[in-house]
């Protein structure tokens, strides 16, 4: 059996997701030099695949079963996030200012990671099929296996905006594109087998 056949809900995959970002935080901060910065951009990548997932596949699911209120506050931690990841990647792995904003940003993470199985998966999972879970959560892990291609459109062409705008976008981009082929093929085969 592949692992997008698996029958995992989305819950339970984005749950796991969230325990490797937890043991990433800490093998970041209890690392230095070049482990210290295989662990960031092992992290970055998962954050960036992770929050790709929420966006596409369990947000607007949650807009559309009107969670507004817990949509905008999970958003916005995601943004908060996105923008010391951004600040991150910029500064030297052993310097005093890049400990100083990752410990905030592991703070940030772990709460909003706390919110979303406390406040907004439990919402969301009450009011789906076990089905559905497990449509959302093979979506989610057919999406990990891709490998989009495209820069990130703002900056493409541009070293010098690749350099401002910072690898992470070009991660939730690239992560974003895979949702979206993924989520095409399952939702064509669906139609193929009669599911829709």
């Known amino acids: 059996m592949t692992p997008d056949q698996d029958g995992s809900s989305i819950f339970t995959v984005l749950h796991d997701q969230h325990v490797r970002t937890r043991d990433l935080l800490s093998e970041v901060a209890g ?11 092992a992290l970055r990548e998962l954050l960036a695949a992770h929050e790709a997932a929420e966006e596409v596949v369990l947000r607007p699911t949650a807009r559309r079963l009107a969670y507004h ?9 995601e943004r908060r996030i996105a923008a010391m990841l951004a600040a991150l990647e910029k500064l030297d792995v052993d310097g005093p200012a890049f400990a100083e904003t990752f410990g905030t940003m592991g703070e940030a993470i772990l709460m909003h ?18 089905r559905e879970q497990q449509r959302m959560g093979t979506w989610t892990q057919r999406a990990f296996a891709l490998a989009p291609t495209h820069p990130h459109p703002a900056v493409a062409g541009s070293p010098v905006a690749q350099w401002t705008v910072g690898p992470f976008t070009a991660l939730m981009d690239r992560a974003r594109d895979g949702f979206t082929r993924a989520r095409e093929a399952l939702d064509l085969a669906a139609m193929r087998e009669g599911e829709w």
């Open 31 to 41: 690392s230095s030099g070049v482990a210290r910065q295989q662990a960031f951009d």
């Open 69 to 77: 209120e817990i949509t905008v506050a999970r958003d916005g931690e």
């Open 113 to 130: 990671t706390w919110y979303e199985e406390a406040e907004e998966f439990p919402a969301v999972k009450a009011r789906l099929t076990l």
